[in-house]
């Protein structure tokens, strides 16, 4: 069963004021904060208890993050052995990497692992940690899967920078998102060299900025509009209507995924229909053109949030990780709402270490539906643990 969660609660004071000769109870206006992204809360100031807004908690992506946790901080133990020039860190050098507090959850992975990490040294030699043989094995091949992806890769970087004000991106920005569109740590130095006829690197307002070099309208093409058109829907000419569950097949809806617990009235399917029908301006064009009070470039933004998510390997992100993009993007000062609102579209879960925006149409359950090599081979790695609580986030592709 689904069960509700409150989003919004008053958590501050509330105060007594004279009105008119009468004393009203007046809430303030909290502020939610969820990752980075804050919105502000308005309340009536009647002597009501105040209305309180519900969001249906999905388990099964709930739990999608919940098994994440042993998992990422195996593969980010890894990066950071496979980052160093002797493919080893010392243990004594782990807190710089990592810092004090975190060093003993890896130095705990490192001890119930024994299958992923070999710690070796002794007799004057400072103690270090490197990947196993088997280990070492699969990573390589991990690696060659990347070379392999590289076209796939490079194309999602520029169809990131097309989505961006000026097709220009902070280098710092990309790099927190680096591990999410599969590409390498080292990305500038390895990959943006070997293709200078798409990127460059420029100082922009101060900032070292990747610029798209040049705009190629066959990539303009949203994942949402290629799903539409494999399924003939974009080519089709057949009346249809808006389904109970808010989907409707039309050139310019997105698939609705609500969860079993909600139940929408008449008011909220017209609303629904309304919405789905509405024409909006691609994510690809250039957002200095629009305002964000017009109902399609709002509607826009849902498509920008989109695929935004999808050009990345798991279809999800951290709230921190899309507030980064705030500026280049044009995304509305309240984010968190537009996310609540397509609650069809998006999850917002706070399992895991940090709350996450997961793409709900990607995932089947606790599954994602299409899996690339690279996770392919993440999923192998992990399975080199040989337990059973880490083993279960790993399925099969689709």
């Known amino acids: 069963m689904h069960k509700c969660v409150m989003v919004f609660s008053l958590i501050e004071s509330r105060k007594w004021f004279t009105v008119n000769g009468r004393q009203r109870l007046c809430h303030p206006l909290p502020y939610l904060r969820v990752g980075h992204m804050c919105i502000q809360i308005m309340f009536k100031t009647s002597g009501g208890r105040p209305k309180k807004k519900m969001y249906y908690r999905v388990n099964d992506l709930d739990r999608v993050m919940e098994l994440q946790k042993k998992p990422s901080l195996i593969l980010r133990l890894k ?7 002797k493919q080893c860190v010392l243990l004594r050098d782990l807190e710089k990497e990592v810092g004090f507090v975190q060093k003993w959850n890896f130095m705990g992975i490192i ?5 992923i990490f070999r710690v070796t040294g ?40 097309m989505l961006s004000v ?3 991106l902070p280098l710092e920005t990309i790099q927190l998102i680096e591990n999410d569109l599969g590409l390498p740590n080292d990305f500038r130095q390895s990959l ?6 798409f990127f460059s690197v420029k100082d922009v307002n101060g900032r070292t900025s990747l610029q798209l070099e040049n705009w190629d309208s066959y990539l303009a093409v949203t994942a949402r509009e290629e799903r539409l058109a494999c399924e003939g829907i974009l080519t089709s000419k057949e009346k249809v209507r808006v389904l109970k569950d808010g989907n409707y097949f039309g050139p310019f809806a997105f698939r609705m995924h609500y969860p079993a617990g909600f139940r929408p009235n008449m008011n909220y399917l017209k609303e629904i229909q309304k919405w789905q029908k509405m024409e909006f301006p691609s994510p690809y064009l250039n957002a200095k ?4 009070a017009d109902p399609k470039a709002q509607k826009r933004v849902v498509a920008v949030l989109h695929e935004l998510l999808s050009l990345t390997m798991e279809k999800r992100l951290t709230s921190a990780q899309i507030d980064a993009f705030h500026t280049e993007l044009r995304l509305p000062a309240r984010l968190l709402l537009c996310l609540i609102k397509q609650h069809g579209i998006f999850y917002i879960t706070n399992k895991g270490v940090r709350s996450t925006v997961i793409l709900k149409e990607a995932y089947d359950g606790s599954n994602l539906i299409c899996k690339c090599p690279l996770l392919l081979f993440r999923d192998k790695f992990i399975a080199l643990t040989g337990r059973s609580d880490i083993d279960s986030c790993i399925s099969a592709p689709t």
Do not use: H, W
């Open 192 to 197: 943006i060299p070997k293709y200078p006829q």
């Open 122 to 161: 002794g007799n004057g030699t400072p103690p270090m940690v490197m990947l196993t043989e088997k280990a070492d094995k699969i990573a390589l091949e991990e690696d060659k899967a990347r070379v392999q992806m590289e076209p796939i890769l490079v194309k999602n970087l520029r169809k990131l920078l």
């Open 166 to 168: 000026d097709c220009t």
């Open 111 to 115: 001890e119930k692992y024994p299958m």
């Open 289 to 292: 053109g629009f305002e964000l």
């Open 79 to 85: 990066s950071i052995i496979q980052s160093q020039r």
